[in-house]
């Protein structure tokens, strides 16, 4: 069974179920459908970050909000992103965050990371 060092999260899409592995996903695969009743449904892909790698971002990201809020960061949303395999933020506004988005950038990994722009939540 894959490890997590390899393990990169898993989609469910179209009757099938998509699992992530870092490095040869084939072998991983292989490996998996001999261990399921449905070896059918399963499909792997290849992906560049491990969930653990994603989740550690992201709980930074989450241990750091409270300080980034106070320094005038505007964070709306943070979260594992699977389909995209990053971490995306949510930005109240993107422009005005430029310096900050590099920062995280260089401390956590380049393109782990994904901004957007944020929308503020109205009450209906």
Not at 14 to 30: C, K, N, R, S, T
Not at 54 to 75: F, K
Not at 78 to 104: K, M, Q, Y
Request: glycine share 8%; net charge negative.
């Amino acid at each position: 069974m894959a490890h997590p060092d390899v393990y990169a999260g898993d989609l469910l899409t179209h009757g099938h179920l998509y699992v992530g592995f870092i490095g040869d996903p084939a072998e991983h695969l292989a490996e998996l459908l001999r261990l399921v009743a449905r070896p059918e449904l399963l499909r792997a892909f290849e992906a560049t970050y491990t969930v653990m790698q994603l989740r550690s971002v992201m709980n930074r990201v989450t241990a750091d909000s409270e300080q980034l809020q106070h320094g005038g960061i505007q964070l709306r949303s943070w979260a594992v992103d699977n389909d995209r395999n990053r971490v995306s933020v949510g930005l109240a506004r993107l422009e005005a965050n430029a310096t900050w988005i590099i920062t995280l950038r260089e401390r956590d990994g380049g393109d782990l990371l994904t901004f957007f722009q944020a929308s503020t939540a109205v009450p209906v």
